[in-house]
């Protein structure tokens, strides 16, 4: 277990204990060279708390401390994949494939200090809006592309190592870091998952419809917020199913001296009927970001392929199961 994991066992269970700071006074706030308010630094937003609220916890927003300590307990334990105990679920079992052991994780270990049971916020559900029959459709011929795996153009950028996931920035199974950088006319932000560096131009307009992994991201400033909009997604690389019409707007200001208040909106008619929002903290770190070795050309993505072909030889489908 890395001494990031460690060091957050250790103040775990004591951070429920305390409650949430204030939002910061302007005149307290850090601020740059240019008078903008300094957010430079590393941060972490792993979390327990997950961004759906789970189905058990219908009706409830924001646990107490008991049930907050009770719920982390169980939900780290449940996580370890070094477990495997049929009665909280743990990893898996034989046959199935587990990727690492929990050596390797650094997924979050504690819920969220306001002890809410989702990061969504709204809808008041906890829960992001269902996708319409446009989403679902795309989802399934994406779906189908992936199971025949016919090129590498039916796979992810994330086998070939270029691109992980999509915005906005949640918490995963580890690498949940990001770094972030200011000038007088730019921020960048730069994350630890696969080291994608996102430029972000100040007070400038989008660009043409040049449709990037990361999208074209602008923003401005409204009082002491950083707020952040993206659009002219590449088809798919954008988070959660959503499609190339997907518009995310990032809003960042600080909760206190060491932790950032992440606040984010995301809209696209031809996923969800409705938007969507949901808020984590990011905390500082003194710890750098660390590479992300995993590299385009690697086996990954001949191998996928190679395997699907060779299961297709033996007449059975490439995901290895039996043909109907």
Request: include cysteine; glycine fraction near 8%.
């Amino acid at each position: 277990m890395n001494h990031r994991v460690v060091t957050a066992l250790n103040l775990a269970l004591a951070s429920l204990l305390i409650a949430p700071a204030l939002i910061a006074q302007s005149s307290d706030i850090p601020r740059t060279e240019f008078g903008t308010p300094d957010f430079q630094g590393t941060y972490t937003y792993r979390t327990l708390t997950p961004l759906n609220r789970p189905p058990e916890l219908a009706d409830k927003e924001v646990l107490t401390v008991e049930e907050a300590i009770e719920w982390q307990q169980f939900e780290n334990r449940r996580q370890d994949r070094d477990l495997i105990i049929d009665s909280v679920g743990g990893a898996g079992y034989p046959p199935g494939v587990i990727s690492y052991n929990n050596f390797w994780y650094e997924r979050g270990i504690e819920t969220i200090a306001d002890r809410r049971t989702s990061l969504v916020y709204d809808p008041p559900n906890g829960r992001m809006p269902a996708m319409n029959a446009s989403g679902q459709k795309r989802r399934a011929e994406i779906a189908e592309m992936r199971r025949l795996s016919l090129g590498p153009e039916g796979r992810t950028l994330a086998d070939r190592c270029l691109q992980m996931g999509g915005l906005p920035m949640t918490s995963g199974a580890y690498n949940n870091n990001m770094q972030l950088i200011q000038t007088k006319d730019h921020i960048v932000i730069v994350n630890e998952m696969i080291h994608r560096a996102r430029i972000i131009r100040l007070d400038s307009e989008h660009h043409t419809r040049q449709l990037k992994w990361s999208g074209d991201s602008i923003a401005h400033w409204e009082g002491d917020t950083l707020v952040i909009h993206t659009q002219h997604f590449y088809q798919n690389q954008n988070g959660r199913g959503s499609s190339a019409s997907m518009q995310l707007e990032e809003r960042l200001s600080w909760i206190d001296e060491n932790t950032l208040d992440y606040d984010f909106t995301m809209q696209d008619p031809e996923t969800w009927d409705v938007s969507w929002s949901a808020r984590l903290p990011m905390r500082r770190i003194e710890d750098p970001l660390f590479e992300y070795a995993c590299h385009e050309g690697n086996h990954g993505l001949p191998g996928i392929l190679a395997g699907w072909r060779r299961y297709e030889s033996m007449g059975m489908n490439g995901d290895g199961t039996a043909k109907e």
